[in-house]
């Protein structure tokens, strides 16, 4: 195991390229898969909420973590780094199954809200596919300590997941009552 992780290491900026392009074409498929047929499991239903749950502690999370390393708390700003990549990583997991097993809710909004709905969904997505590699070449370059590098990627990468993080929840609070 240790071998394989001194492989990914070695080669991260590898591993970042197949993992975004991975990740990201599992999402897009998603979209071409119908959905399943009859009605949900109960646990299916709940799944939109947990991915909000989950999004807020990632959000809050790199909040904790922003605050740390701001302090020069190194060893904190990594576990609450940890604890985003763990939360947004089960995220990633519920929010497959469910678009896998759901077909996608229509906003019923009008108006100002449909528009802002709209552009707050847009951004998300584009701004959701664009994390995935940020985030991980940011984690491979403070995991490996090469701070400069480092701090290049997280000067884009914090405030965009911060942002993806925080209208993942708000996406969800403007489309949960359409959800049937």
Do not use: C
């Amino acid at each position: 195991m240790k071998k394989l992780w001194n492989t990914i290491l070695n080669n991260s900026g590898k591993t970042v390229i197949i993992l975004a392009i991975v990740i990201n074409l599992l999402v897009v498929a998603l979209s071409f898969i119908p959905p399943y047929e009859g009605d949900l499991p109960a646990w299916v239903r709940q799944l939109p909420l947990l991915n909000a749950s989950l999004n807020s502690l990632t959000f809050v999370f790199l909040l904790l973590a922003l605050i740390a390393i701001k302090k020069r708390n190194v060893d904190r700003h990594q576990k609450f780094i940890y604890a985003a990549f763990t939360t947004t990583f089960f995220f990633l997991l519920s929010y497959v199954t469910y678009h896998f097993l759901a077909e996608s809710t229509a906003f019923g909004g009008t108006g100002f809200i449909a528009g802002f709905y709209y552009f707050i969904l847009i951004t998300h997505i584009i701004l959701a596919a664009v994390i995935v590699p940020l985030a991980l070449m940011s984690f491979f370059t403070g995991y490996k300590r090469e701070e400069a590098r480092h701090r290049k990627w997280v000067r884009w990468t914090m405030p965009l997941w911060l942002y993806v993080s925080f209208t993942g929840v708000l996406v969800y609070i403007l489309i949960s009552p359409y959800y049937s």
